[in-house]
């Protein structure tokens, strides 16, 4: 044998073992190790700013990385001695998937919380909120609400395994809290600042007071009802929470904020703006509708679409004149669910309707619901819209859409699916009492057109300019008040976010799969 | 002992280096068994050649055609609505190639000559192509049952839309025209 063949016949051999051993090795770290990453936040991750009393709120968001979904967090929250969190403070996000019933452990000024889900993966998030938390303002003071990384876990669905669902957590972000008022003491109301008041604290009992009267200090308000007729529009009351009912909530600067809901009462006849219009609905039945015209116009004219409208329940106003058709419908605002749909208000999401029979055609705008039903799985609305210019009572089919939403045909009653023939076979009467109910719940309004091909402008089909639009917002978590509109919002729950993706996922799924 | 070292290496250099060629000749031989169908002419053509476009579509076809998008400046894609049309041809499957995330939608619909691709990036940064950087998008199954030549195109609905500005960004593509078949 040649002098070299020894040695690199051992060279060979120990190579073998080292590949060897190095499988070995990669297998044992593959065992139990994370399958993807996430990031746990605080929201809003700015400074919170309030005074003593007042609620603190705080939200757990959960932002995974390589489409992970999430089946399960434990995390430990800490925060400082101006705040006070018990059980009843901490509310688990079921709307994405997680169990009504989390594990709360609380400890001196930290907490322990524990969500988890046995939903299947399709109800599962890669990103959203798991818990919010709502602490008291106990005294002033400044400091930090933070998330212990060391002690956060989250688990996922892993479809390569079934054993290796850990997801770790990468980054946690924390927020800062400020309290003030409770060193402002007062003597009297008229010392504390508008929305305040002069508070003397009581004692409790069993609590060490030392026979010492505490100082009064400024504490907020508790909102209440507030009611006024009208000053503007005859027949018109508006209601409103507020802590000053002597402010007007529509002339402040802070209007918008407030929500004023409007009902019908024949005993308000304060109003007196020589503009105003009123008059029952031509189109929506038991609807009172009022709204100020334009100085060239009189109050015989219709209002136009962009002018404000005003509507409250009234049931004298009835649509059965027996000179038009009627369509008594009933419909479902794809994934608007009754539990997390504040921002769903009719109004804002009016519906356009359109009636072919026969080769005629008409549409009709600015169409409101008035029933609204939230005692199923998802919230239906519920109307009846008189088709004032259109004769046809046969063979009608109809075509809605939303604000946000793309055009459904229906042709048959509780129809499932789309209507894949010419024309309709609906049937309608000349009068509400008699035109069937026609139920297109089955079949909800689909959702996610918010924009067009460079456009801001919904242009009729789901597409990537949509995806990317509501992406954009949901990345900050865009949020309203309750009442309030985002366009991008598509199940109306006052913020975008992952859930209005996943929506706007399915409905390209089902419109793609119609269409091709 | 050292006679028969001896016939080792005087034999076992040309028994290597003939298994050697015997593999590469093998190799060789089974793609072109693979490629039965070869194309005997392979033409592209630009089908806008405008200037300014940033996106560019174009076509690798070894085996099978392979749609490659490229850019020609750095980009952060939102979504990408893709409408591959085809003509004289059955498209029999379509496969992702991973490096963009699987789409949200796929279909070869032959009712309308099209193969639709829904791509919609959840990443909050978008889908990022360097300029050069090529990011080969699908591999299409074409029917073996090809008498004529064929083409693939990317059909005008086709949306590739920024992450930013939720903007189309202009693109220009390239037609797959296949003439004949080598038997």
């Known amino acids: 044998m040649k002098k070299t063949t020894i040695p690199l016949l051992i060279l060979l051999i120990v190579t073998l073992f080292g590949g060897l051993m ?37 939200k757990v968001y959960y932002y995974t990385e390589s489409g992970a979904k999430v089946d399960g967090v434990q995390t430990e929250v800490c925060w400082g001695s101006h705040l006070s969190l018990d059980e009843s403070g901490v509310v688990v996000n079921t709307a994405n998937g997680f169990n009504s019933s989390p594990i709360v452990v ?9 969500a988890t889900s046995q939903q299947a993966a399709d109800k599962l998030k890669t990103t959203g909120e798991v818990f919010a ?23 996922g669905d892993n479809s390569a395994s079934a054993i290796d669902k850990e997801i770790a957590v990468t980054a946690v972000e924390n927020t800062t809290y400020k309290i003030t008022g409770s060193s402002e003491t007062c003597e009297t109301d008229a010392d504390c600042p508008s929305g305040y008041e002069c508070y003397q604290p009581i004692c409790s009992p069993g609590e060490n007071c030392l026979d010492v009267i505490l100082p009064k200090y400024c504490r907020p308000i508790v909102s209440q009802n507030c009611t006024r007729c009208s000053t503007v529009f005859k027949y018109m009351r508006v209601s409103w929470n507020a802590t000053d009912c002597s402010k007007d909530p529509i002339s402040t ?58 509507r409250a329940f ?99 009653n509780k129809q499932g699916g789309r209507y894949n023939k010419a024309g309709g076979e609906l049937t309608l009467t000349k009068f509400v009492e008699t035109s069937p109910v026609y139920d297109f719940t089955a079949y909800p309004i689909l959702s996610g057109d918010v924009v067009g091909k460079n456009s801001n402008n919904p242009d009729g089909v789901v597409d990537g300019y949509d995806w990317t639009e509501v992406k954009k917002w949901a990345k900050v978590l865009e949020t309203v008040e309750d009442g309030g509109y985002i366009k991008s919002d598509l199940d109306g729950s006052c913020q975008v976010n992952s859930n209005d993706l996943y929506q706007l996922r399915k409905t390209l799924e089902e419109k793609q799969g119609e269409l091709y | 002992m050292k006679k028969i070292n001896n016939m080792i290496n005087k034999n076992l250099l040309p028994i290597i280096f003939l298994s050697f060629v015997v593999i590469v000749v ?40 392979v749609l490659v998008i490229t850019a ?58 360097l300029p050069g950087q090529s990011v080969r998008v699908v591999e299409l199954d074409i029917s073996s049952q090809v008498d004529q030549g064929y083409e693939l195109f990317i059909d005008q609905e086709t949306n590739v839309v920024d992450n930013e500005t939720v903007k189309g960004l202009t693109y220009k593509s390239e037609n797959l025209i296949i003439n004949s078949i080598l038997e």
């Not at chain 1, 990453?37 to 007042?54: F, Q």
């Not at chain 1, 938390?133 to 002033?140: C, G, N, P, Y």
């Not at chain 2, 392979?42 to 085996?63: A, M, P, R």
Request: charged residues 25%; hydrophobic residues 35%; aromatic residues 8%.
């Open chain 1, 314 to 412: 009234r049931d004298e106003c009835s649509l059965s004149t027996g000179e038009w058709p009627v369509l008594n419908y009933k419909v479902q605002y794809a994934f608007v669910k009754p539990d997390y749909s504040k921002c769903f208000v009719p109004s804002d999401w009016p519906l356009q309707v359109t009636v072919l029979s026969g080769g005629m055609t008409k549409t009709y705008k600015d169409v409101v619901p008035t029933k609204i039903n939230r005692s199923g799985d998802f919230v239906t609305a519920e109307g009846s819209l008189l088709l004032e210019g259109f004769d046809k009572t046969t063979n009608i089919a109809v075509f809605m859409k939303g604000p946000k939403h793309l055009q459904m045909k229906y042709a048959v």
């Open chain 2, 72 to 129: 020609s400046e750095e980009v952060s894609i939102g979504a990408i609505d893709l409408y591959i049309g085809y003509k004289n041809v059955e498209i029999t499957g379509v496969t992702n190639l991973g490096e963009l995330p699987e789409p949200a939608f796929s279909k070869v619909s032959q009712d309308n000559s099209l193969v639709v691709l829904n791509y919609l990036i959840s990443e909050d940064d978008g889908f990022k192509i």
């Open chain 1, 22 to 58: 190095l499988v070995k090795q990669n297998q044992d770290t593959r065992k139990g190790a994370s399958f993807a990453n996430t990031a746990l936040k605080l929201i809003p991750n700015t400074t919170i700013e309030r005074r003593v009393d007042e609620i603190v709120p705080v």
């Open chain 1, 106 to 114: 609380i400890n001196d000024n930290c907490a322990t919380l524990v």
């Open chain 1, 133 to 155: 938390l709502k602490f008291r303002a106990l005294s002033e003071g400044q400091g930090p609400i933070t998330i212990k990384k060391e002690s956060s876990m989250v688990t």
């Open chain 1, 253 to 310: 600067s802070s209007s918008a904020e407030i929500e004023v809901s409007r009902t019908y009462d024949a005993g308000c006849i304060t109003g007196n703006d020589p503009l105003q219009c009123s008059r029952c609905s031509k189109t929506n039945d038991n609807q009172y509708v009022w709204w100020l015209r334009e100085a060239n116009k009189t109050c015989d004219d219709d209002p136009v679409a962009s002018q404000t409208i005003y």
């Open chain 2, 26 to 65: 093998s190799l060789f031989s089974m793609t072109s068994l693979k490629n039965k169908t070869p194309m005997l002419e392979n033409l592209t053509e630009i089908k806008d050649d405008q200037k300014g476009e940033i996106i560019t579509f174009s076509w690798e076809n070894i085996e099978k055609p």
